[in-house]
């Protein structure tokens, strides 16, 4: 118990881990609020230059980034109805209609405060059930971690993309780039055409470089000219009837928002979402009316996306799964530093699941400070003209991609990702699954041949797994529902059971 | 999640392109180990890419079965260049691919101080002094952040070797 303690307040009284966590937040404020940044390009690019450092230093930064970045979306999306991040899409829809009507310091200031709830919400769930599940993932066997890598892909695929097909195209290209480069098992070379370049294989991060660095930025010179909106700032600190009123709604909202975070394939965004409509179903005779600066309609998105923070940490290191794209860049990290997101996690290296913890906590005690304080200085910076950014993301790009190998040709796949990634986004595909494929192909890979040869290579044995043991049964039932209710056959059915006879 | 009614220009073309890398793909992992054994290098890529050709003939059918846009070839091509590969984008992506083949020549700094300046000026519009600050600012903060505060390499020019 006391080692536990130490782990939770380690960062809380260490000045450099306490001076890291609070630059994180902040910079995560403007990362997430900045629009043409993002928290999936900051972390990409900032893994390629914490790799060397100790673990806990850049968990503080990356976590801090995490959670300012998630709130960050909100404030753009009050200020200029442009939301930062997916996860502040929701926020828009009534926070900018406040903004108009010159209550932007009090959206903000109880945006901040709810966040803030939210967040420590998701934190305790965390805390609560990450052990359990933990324990009970012990059990799973190679065929499971394989099921697990498959809907994780499938979900980020179907829920976020314009359709399944595209969603399963992504998914499965990330997985054949996680599979160039030698065997890991035999050392026979994979798609390396024999060129010495490829047969390392190609980093993730230099892929989530490409992929969310320079694809976006080229995405984001379509919407170069968007002219700057200016809002009037008054109160920001919420009054304390506010909070009192809004808190049952919040409390209910960052359930929603730990719930939805912990599923695989869902995050912040699909949570903000849920909450707006339960706030919308729940509140009678709201006034002023949802979509023109309801306060419930603000509170409920911001407590649920930032509790998803903290639910969407239990299955990346209880099962080694990311649910989004964010949290895939931030497994990504972990890998990085030698950890091994699973349930093995937790039993090998348990002082630094307590660290996370009082570390997303102080976070969040950050975000407070940071973000009642300083707007004035922040609408000036938000208003950074694209021009001057898009360079800027490049430069910064070539910088993360060369810095982790110190390998010019990594600079090279960069662009030519930047590119790809450029086309899928214009033609409607989502790069998330793109880059869950390249990190989890290996795991998927191995996993798969593992249970294969457990099966002594009998595919009959092999089916015959899936199905005779209850986790895996589970898992197999889960994995085709949800292949299923993306067919048309599906569509045919529900059409049916719908149309009156 | 339903597709989009309208037509993108070149939506048709990108989806045979997809088909057409994705059966490449499926031959490079069948040519790993080909059909072997069920635990060989080559499956799980086999699997990876035949999914890939699978979900890109369904893009590739819906691509053609969705009505066009009754435009004729001109005109889409027009579309094309204006919509999705604009000359700015172009111009950028040009300017991209300069910078990382002068980098070994030029060192990092330098070839970035040059591409910051050019890029900067092309698409913020400003003064060239203005411009020409700016680009000395970001440089030099870029130097200090990595290869001061982060101790990044940073690849050295062979032009300004020890220099840059």
Redesign the interface.
Known sequence: MAEVFAQLSLSWFDPWLLFLTGAGTLAGIYVGAIPGLSVTMAVSILIS??F?WEVNDALALIAGIFVGGVYGGSRTAILLNIPGAPSAIASALDGYPMAKRGEAGEAIGLTTVMSVFGGLIGILALALFAPAISSFAIQFQSRDYLLLGLIGILLVG?LS??????G??A???G??IG?VGL?P??A????TFGSINLMGGIHYVVAMIGFFG?AEA?VQ??T?DLPAIKQKIDRIVPRLSDIKRYFSLALRASGIGTVIGALPGTGGDIAALLAYDHARRSTKNPDPPFGEGNKEGLVAPEAANNAAVGGAFVPMLTLGIPGDAVTAVIIGALFIHGLKPGPLLLTDTPHLFWFTVGNLTLANVFLLIFGLTGIRIFTKVVEC????L???I???S??GA??IQ?N?VD??WM?AF??VG??LK???FQVGPVIL?VIL?PM??AN??RA??GAR?D?LV?AWDFVSHPISLVLTIAFFAMLISQTPLWARITRRGRTPV | MSEKPSQRPGERLFSVVLVGFSLAALWQAYSISGFSGLSTPGIFPMLATATMVLSALVILRRAFVQPGSGETAGQTIRRFFREIVPPRHVTVVALIAAYLAVMPWLGFLAASAVFLFITTKLLWRRSLLATLILTAGTTAAIYVVFRIVFQVVLPQGTLLRGLF
Do not use: C, Q
Not at chain 1, 188 to 191: H, L, N, S
Not at chain 1, 385 to 388: A, E, I, W, Y
């Open positions: 230059f914490t060397k179907t993309g314009e359709s399944f097909a595209k399963a195209f998914g499965a290209l997985v054949l599979m065997d098992m035999t026979e070379g994979r798609f320079v080229l010179l379509h170069l003209p694209k021009g001057v898009i360079p800027l490049i430069v910064l070539a910088v060369y810095a110190n010019p600079i090279v662009l930047g590119v450029y086309f214009i033609y409607g494929g192909g998927m890979d798969f041949r294969m040869i290579g595919p092999f």
